[in-house]
């Protein structure tokens, strides 16, 4: 899985800061102190809350490869969450950076760290978790995965990964589309699914689809098999 490393290996770590309200409560009304001033409001904020409904699988041989697909999305997931994270960040970086010169030092001192951190973690991926974190990648960037190595190293050095993946039957061009692929609508299911229960931080789709919508397309195929 070392061709994986070149999605981590440009990007600090990003640090996000974080805003924090001070509120009061009452018998009657919701307050929010802002220096020094209550503001009373008929309603209070809630985190959006997807109701998903509970998948119809065909078969059992189905609902099984649900399980093993969650298990390996799961897996993977923080990895394709840190490579959207650090590409922000490589992006906001180097526009800090005005020389090439610095910014050439910069990502090999970046690049240095990050393989030393993640190397053997992303070695133990199975062929199909390294697919699945191809597709996630495009899924959190909205970039393939061929196509950041093109842009971050040369269009050279992504076609010759993109044909040593193939060796191990992964492609680097593989998108995200849970409107085309059942596989990748069960992946966004899985997703959503964990975003809610909180075993995944959730990260907001670079991809413009709509996961209810691809939902029912897929439901209204199964009554029609």
Known sequence: MKILLYIFIFCPVLVLAQIHEKAQDTLQDYYIIMEGD???????????VLIINKIDFKDKKERIQYLILRRKTLKVYP??????????????????????????????????????????????????????????????????????IKDLRS??????????????????????????SKEDYFIEDILQRNFQNGLLERQPSAL??????????????????
């Open 208 to 225: 413009d689809f709509d996961f209810f919508e691809a939902a029912s397309k897929w439901q209204k195929r199964l009554e029609e098999d």
């Open 79 to 148: 990895y394709a969450k840190l490579a959207a994270d650090r590409l922000e960040a490589l992006n906001e970086r180097l526009e800090q950076l005005g020389k090439k010169r610095e910014q050439k030092k910069y990502t090999k001192q970046v690049q240095k760290f990050l393989e030393e951190e993640f190397s053997a973690e992303l070695k133990k991926l199975t062929r199909t978790e390294g697919q699945i974190l191809v597709k996630l990648i495009h899924r959190q960037t909205g970039i393939t995965t061929f196509d950041l």
């Open 38 to 48: 209550s503001i009373p409001r008929a309603s209070i904020d809630l985190d959006e």
């Open 155 to 180: 269009g050279w050095r992504a076609f010759w990964f993109n044909n040593t993946a193939k060796l191990f039957d992964i492609s680097l061009k593989e998108e995200f589309n849970p409107m085309e």
